[in-house]
C-alpha cells in the first residue's frame, strides 16, 4: 500500500519504485522498529513506563547538537553532525537519568513530567539559537518528523538504527533484568553500570540517526511498548521483536495516513502521530491494564 500511495503514476515512471517508495517504506519501518525499541529500553533503564526519547530529552539534545555544529562549521558534512547529535542526544540522556535518580519513587507521574520540562527547556535553547541566526525553518525541517525527502541514497543511516534494535535484543535478558532495579540486578550478578551504559548508547545513537535523517518523530517509543506489554508481559526477550515489527507498522501506517488526508498535499507524519499518540498516551494512562498472559 506504502508503494502504491503517491501523486506519481508508477506506470509514467518505472523507476519511482526503486528510488523513492521502497526507500520511503523501508526509512518508514526502520525509523519506527528503532525508535519503539529505543522507547522500551529507556522504560527499563528509568522503570517508568511513562517516558520515551522525545519526552525525555533526548530528541531536543540531538537538536541542539545539530544547530551547535551548524553554528559552528557551516560547511559540516552529514557523518559529522550525526556524530554531534549523538554526542549530545547522549549527554542529554545522561543529565536525564541523573536527574530521575533523584526523583521520589512513590509518584510515578513525576518521571515523564520531569522529562517534559526538562526536554523543554533544551528545546527551547535550540530554538532561542536558531532564532538569532535566523534558522527557524532549518531546525524545523528536525523537530518535526516527515518522509517526503527520502530518497535513495538519502536514508541508509537509518540501517545503523535497525542494526542497534538487533543489538538491543542480544541485550534484551539483561534490559529486563535491570528494570527490576538496581540492588536486584547486582544481586542477580548483573553489571548493572554496563547495562546502563549500553542502553543509554543505543536509545541516543537510534533517536540522534532518526532526528538527523527524517526528523524527530513523538510517541512511537511510548505507546508501543506500553501497548505490547500490556497484552504480552514485560520479558523483552519475547516482546522486543513484537515491539520492533509495531513500530515500524505504526510509523508507516500515519505515513500512508498522512498522504491520504489531504491528498495530493501531504500532512507530516510527526503531525499525525503527535495526534494519534496523543489520545493513546490518555488512554494509557487512564485504563487500567490486563494481566499479561
Excluded at 525499541?37 to 527499563?44: A, D, F, L, P, R
Excluded at 498522504?259 to 487512564?286: D, Q
Aim: net charge positive.
Amino acid at each position: 500500500m506504502s508503494v502504491l500511495t503517491g501523486v506519481a503514476s508508477l506506470g509514467g515512471d518505472p523507476w519511482l519504485v526503486l528510488v523513492s517508495r521502497l526507500p520511503r517504506t523501508a526509512a518508514a519501518m526502520l525509523a519506527g522498529a528503532g525508535l519503539a525499541v529505543s522507547g522500551v529500553i529507556m522504560q527499563m533503564l528509568v522503570r517508568n513506563r511513562f517516558v520515551e526519547p522525545s519526552t525525555a530529552g533526548t530528541g531536543q539534545s540531538a537538536g541542539f547538537g545539530l544547530v551547535a555544529v551548524t553554528l559552528l562549521y557551516p560547511a559540516a558534512g552529514i557523518w559529522l553532525k550525526m556524530l554531534a547529535a549523538i554526542a549530545t542526544a547522549l549527554i542529554g540522556t545522561a543529565g536525564f537519568l541523573a536527574l530521575v535518580r533523584r526523583l521520589p519513587a512513590r509518584d510515578p507521574l513525576l518521571v515523564p513530567l520531569t522529562g517534559i520540562v526538562y526536554g523543554g527547556i533544551i528545546g527551547a535553547a535550540t530554538t532561542f539559537q536558531a532564532f538569532e541566526r535566523d534558522l527557524i525553518q532549518y531546525i524545523d525541517i528536525w523537530m518535526n518528523g516527515e518522509f517526503s525527502g527520502v530518497m535513495l541514497g538519502r536514508y541508509e543511516y537509518l540501517w545503523i538504527a535497525g542494526a542497534l534494535a538487533v543489538l538491543a535484543y542480544l541485550y534484551a535478558d539483561r534490559f529486563t533484568i535491570a528494570g527490576i532495579g538496581e540492588d536486584a540486578s547486582r544481586n542477580l550478578g548483573l553489571n548493572y553500570r554496563q547495562v546502563m551504559a549500553i542502553g543509554l548508547a543505543i536509545v541516543s545513537v537510534i533517536t540522534a540517526v532518526t532526528v538527523v535523517t527524517v526528523g524527530m518523530i513523538p510517541f512511537v517509543g511510548l505507546v508501543v511498548p506500553n501497548i505490547v506489554s500490556r497484552l504480552l508481559g514485560e520479558n523483552l526477550r519475547r516482546t522486543l521483536p513484537v515491539v520492533a515489527a509495531s513500530g515500524a507498522g505504526l510509523v508507516l501506517a500515519c505515513d500512508i495516513l498522512g498522504r491520504l488526508i489531504r491528498f495530493p498535499f501531504e500532512i507530516p507524519v510527526g503531525t499525525v502521530l503527535g495526534v494519534v499518540g496523543a489520545v493513546v498516551f490518555l488512554w494509557l494512562l487512564h485504563v487500567r491494564p490486563r494481566s499479561a498472559r
